[in-house]
């Protein structure tokens, strides 16, 4: 019935899910239960398509120059309500660049880790200038929040 499946749906989530990391307007973020470099964002407002854009955003960086920037994908479910993606650590603020790449447009240090030394955008469903398009020039930046 009906109830046994939404259990199952439960079981399944917290296979997958441990701790609730960060969320957002439209998304939750967990730790990832069987890997502890990889965080499960959860879209709550299915109308976003955030996870999707990222999906694909990460799928047309793959394997360029400028893939260095960005947090990888791993999965995806078939609806892009569940995504995986690599985890960073929270920097200190000397880590922050002054200078980073055009095609980014939100400096909300919140929206950016680190992976190894290296820092990233974690979250980039939404940020993106496609009027530059994926260019490789830098410029100054400002970063904001905490």
């Not at 990889?38 to 955030?50: D, H, I, N, P, Y």
Request: charged fraction near 25%.
């Amino acid at each position: 019935g009906m109830s046994e499946n939404q259990s199952a749906h439960r079981e399944a989530f917290w296979l997958l899910c441990g701790d609730r990391i960060d969320y957002g307007m439209s998304r939750t973020v967990h730790a990832c239960k069987f890997n502890r470099e990889w965080v499960v964002k959860v879209e709550t407002e299915a109308s976003q398509f955030q996870n999707v854009m990222e999906w694909e955003t990460w799928h047309r960086v793959k394997g360029t120059a400028l893939a260095k920037w960005f947090a990888p994908c791993h999965y995806i479910s078939d609806c892009g309500i569940i995504l995986i993606q690599s985890r960073t650590r929270q920097p200190q603020d000397r880590e922050y660049p002054g200078r980073m790449p055009v095609f980014f447009t939100d400096f909300k240090r919140t929206n950016y880790g680190l992976l190894g030394r290296r820092l990233v955008c974690h979250d980039y469903g939404t940020s993106l200038i496609t009027e530059h398009g994926l260019s490789h020039r830098l410029r100054k930046v400002e970063w904001w929040g905490q």
